[in-house]
């Protein structure tokens, strides 16, 4: 079994920054493709970015967040990154890690999500 865990959300102004981790733990050398995924009040899961954590190769990331967001990834403390800048109040959601063994966005895992909340 392979876990997950985000932090570093919280409460920022429009125009403000963000970090977020995800540290993990369990059989990560098997599903080396992480990504961050978010789910809004009432909307469905959207998928944000992802990286193969182990060599940093195959970064992707949504059209709604390129530019503003930077994924990284640290594979000896297997731990994921997301720094999120110029954050908008549509970007406001539960912010999710997870693993998977593919490039595509697909996942076998997922944390309990941390939420980040965009308002003045």
């Known amino acids: 079994q392979m876990q997950l865990v985000e932090s570093g959300g919280g409460l920022v102004q429009p125009g403000g920054s963000l970090t977020l981790s995800c540290t993990t733990s369990?059989?990560?050398?098997?599903?080396?493709?992480m990504s961050w995924i978010r789910q809004a009040p009432g909307k469905g899961q959207e998928w944000l970015s992802s990286l193969n954590i182990f060599d940093g190769r195959n970064k992707k990331y949504a059209d709604s967040v390129k530019g503003r967001f930077t994924i990284s990834g640290d594979g000896l403390k297997n731990t994921l990154y997301l720094q999120m800048n110029s954050l908008k109040p549509e970007d406001t959601a539960v912010y999710y890690c997870a693993a998977g063994r593919s490039a595509d966005g697909n996942y076998n895992y997922r944390g309990q999500g941390t939420q980040v909340t965009v308002s003045s």
């Open positions: 369990g059989f990560t050398s098997r599903f080396p493709y």
